[in-house]
């Protein structure tokens, strides 16, 4: 834990170093920023009905930062006895957020490559590691850390919502979802994912079940007559007993995302 302490550090360092260099050079909002940080900066003067319709992601990126900036500014405010500082969404204090993300994308694959592997024979913290700094240091996402994107808390919501649903916590999970399509509705794809993985741990009981059943595997014809045969033969038991799809429905716990 501690050399992955000093790796964050590090890492910290290196997102610190570099988002300051980026804010030196490009002091203005640059490329998609000129959208992006106007649009939270509405956010952050509570004027929520405002709209630019030239974007075309969903508000869950300036609702986070709003939810972060005005909650720090307020408690500095009552810590220094001065007025809340009206340029606490300035754009290097938008930029920031993402070098926070970038750090919890490191933890959050950290988290999630000690989940996947860590009671496997040849798994080190070390490697856990290395393989966090590998993949956080992807040019296509290290880059955006230093620019008031939707990359980085896209990737973070995406990532939470992975570890909590290998970590059981279904709710929770499901919650992360919602969150992360709301920062970017491509997302929905990793959602699916997820509430497959859980739909395979739901299913798998039943499927075993069977076996000890019927004393021989379920058989899937893999023609295309076959599968409309299997397909049909599906909807029947279901509409026989519905209350057994309600039940698996209910299980998945993705109720939210719908």
């Known amino acids: 834990m ?5 790796s964050l550090a590090c890492f910290s360092a290196c997102l610190s170093v570099v988002g300051n260099l980026v804010n030196v ?11 992006h940080i106007p649009q939270a900066q509405q ?6 009905t405002a709209w630019d319709s030239k974007i075309t992601t969903l508000p869950g990126l300036y609702l986070i930062s709003v939810g972060i900036i005005s909650p720090l500014n307020s408690l500095a405010a009552s810590l220094t006895r001065e007025p809340p500082d009206i340029n606490s969404c300035s754009t290097q204090n938008l930029r920031s957020l993402n070098v926070l993300f970038g750090l919890i994308n490191l933890s959050l694959v950290y988290c999630i490559t000690a989940q996947l592997h860590g009671e496997k024979q040849g798994y080190s913290s070390n490697l856990a ?5 590998n993949l956080s240091l992807l040019p296509v996402l290290y880059m955006f850390n230093f620019l008031y994107y939707t990359d980085a808390v896209s990737t973070t919501m995406v990532l939470l ?3 909590l649903h290998l970590a059981g916590t279904r709710n929770l999970s499901s919650l992360a979802g919602l969150c992360s399509v709301l920062c970017r509705q491509t997302n929905i794809v990793w959602v699916f994912l997820v509430a497959a993985l859980a739909a395979g741990q739901t299913i798998t009981p039943e499927v075993k079940h069977h076996l000890a059943k019927t004393k021989h595997p379920p058989t899937i014809p893999l023609t295309s007559w076959g599968q409309i045969i299997e397909l049909c033969q599906g909807t029947w038991a279901l509409s026989r007993k519905p209350w ?3 039940r698996l429905l209910a299980t998945f716990n993705f109720q939210p995302l719908i």
Do not use: K, Q
């Open 2 to 6: 501690s050399l992955f302490l000093f």
């Open 25 to 35: 050079s490009v002091p203005d909002p640059y490329m998609d920023e000129i959208f």
């Open 43 to 48: 956010y952050c003067l509570g004027n929520f």
């Open 129 to 133: 590691i290395l393989n966090s700094l």
């Open 161 to 163: 919502t992975y570890s």
């Open 244 to 246: 057994r799809f309600a």
